[in-house]
């Protein structure tokens, strides 16, 4: 009786061995560079600017590790373009065995842009890329904002990449996305909330040119080989 | 090229092949005496290992098959980072052995963080920690940072409040987007978020 559960138990170790094995070679595969960023504001104008910040950027993570990083402000003000407050940026990423990752968010809340053309109470960036054995991928949500005006319209959150004319100014992108990767080995994700390109008429020969940039709610995470 | 995938493929399936089949012939003999591993003491051994994630959730979205009440008394929007590794006191008790958490309430414009080294918590407090693996929904583990609540800097250094963290890592090998993986915060001194899905982001179990 003994024997025979003896006998089973080397098939079933022996068995498990084999599927540790075949989980050690698909975890070959998985991503083994990981990275992320995250901010509340960024302003770029002739007329002033504010870098970055609050800036969390994800610390080198290598072998099977984590990080984390994170970044706060209570308030901003860049006068006669932004002001912010509740000010948060948090990233972190991990390279396992069977999954590595990065996942990013940024917040602001009170958002007031050049002189009220553009309001909100609160908005949030949040991205994430993930891979495994099957592949990688990134997505945004949980990104969002409320209570957003631009010049006088309302706009609702609708998970939706939106661009809005500034007559004189320029336009906004909501929800700007810029993807990355491969989406085997490597992905990645950028989501701006608020994205202001400030841009000059244009000249004898037409066409306007980018003159500076607002941005609020950046997040970015990406995964790679 | 396709030479040097088929080895690679070939070869492993010998050896697993081989492996099978040696285990499984009928001629073991071995001694049936019970044995235990030897650092086999009575009490579970806290495993080693690691916890990172981060995102959004927005409570009440109760994780019922993990655990939650249904009561939320901390609601709205809440973000969050974190990063933790686990280990053993010199008792064998789980622990956190270092880490760093940092979680934002946005309704109420409050932010906590918790920094754990060598154990111990910004105040000296040892951040004990428990495992459930398996977890109750059978998706993945969960983990309690914070057996005994630890002490949490409130809006940078404004105050402190006593909190915990629990977090379940249930899309191991599940499609992304399956939004399984969930978080509760409870603080003493804002309210609890209940074991909530997350709205976006991640919660992953990555390991020794």
Redesign the interface.
Known sequence: M??M???WV??L???G??VG??AG?MGASVAQSVAGQAYSTYVNTPAASSGQAPLAVLPAVSG???????A?G?ALSVPDALSS??L?S????????????A???A?A?HINILNGLITAD?V?A???S?S?ASGA?S??????FQNLVVAGVPVTWGDDVVAMDLPGVGYVVLNEQIPSGDGVTSSGMTVNMIHVYLQSAGGLLGGATTTGEIIVGSASSSVGP | MMREQRT?IVW?SL??AA??A???S?Q???N?APHRPSFWGGVEECPTG???????MDPPNPDFDDGATGTSTLEG?V?????VFLGSDGDGRCIVTK????V?H?PS?T?W?VSIHNGQDAYGETVFAELIDPDASGRGACLLVGVDPITARVD?NKGTDQVQMELCDND??AP??S?TDAMRWISTGYGDTDLTY?????I?D???
């Open positions: 003994n024997s559960r003896m006998h080397n098939c170790a022996a068995f061995l084999v094995l075949t070679f099977t590790d984590g990080a984390e990083a994170d706060q209570s407050d509740f948060n948090i990233t972190s990423g991990e390279i396992g065995t069977t999954e590595s990752g996942q990013s968010t917040s809340a609160e949030i949040n991205v994430m993930r495994t991928a997505n945004a949500d949980g990104s969002t | 690679v492993p050896l697993a492996l099978v040696a285990a499984c009928d073991t003999n071995l049936m690691k916890w990172t994630g981060g995102g959004r929007k973000t969050f980072g974190f990063n880490g760093e958490i940092e934002n946005h414009h932010s963080h940078g191991r090998g992304q987007n939004r997350l709205t976006g982001g991640n992953v990555h390991g020794s």
